[in-house]
């Protein structure tokens, strides 16, 4: 089984929903831009949002046992994939790729 690579690509906010529609909240999410994550493809790496982790780990299970190309060609490396957590007011976009490292 490869190990995948999780970065943190952009983060946005839609501050209008929020103020419509949520609730106040104190604390919300702790990834910055950049930041890497590994994981051996079964277990949420130390410090990973659960929510994220929950959208992202199909993708990093399917990559981790040699899989990929999903939905014929929409990446440009057919062993990676651009994965939004379902935050609909501060959704997070990460890279998932697989390495050439075993885990």
């Known amino acids: 089984m490869k190990k995948c690579r999780i970065t943190v690509m952009r983060m946005a906010r839609y501050d209008d929903l929020s103020a419509k529609y949520e609730n106040p909240i104190e604390h919300t999410c702790d990834l910055t831009p950049g930041q890497v994550f590994i994981t051996n493809g079964w277990e949420r790496p130390d410090g990973?949002?659960?929510?994220?982790?929950?959208?992202?780990?199909p993708y990093v299970m399917t990559l981790a046992h040699g899989g990929g190309d999903f939905?014929?060609?929409?990446?440009k490396n057919p062993h990676s994939a651009m994965i939004s957590c379902d935050d609909g007011f501060r959704p997070v976009s990460f890279l998932v790729e697989a390495t050439e490292d075993d885990a």
């Open 71 to 75: 939905y014929d060609g929409w990446m």
């Open 48 to 57: 990973f949002c659960k929510s994220a982790w929950r959208c992202l780990s």
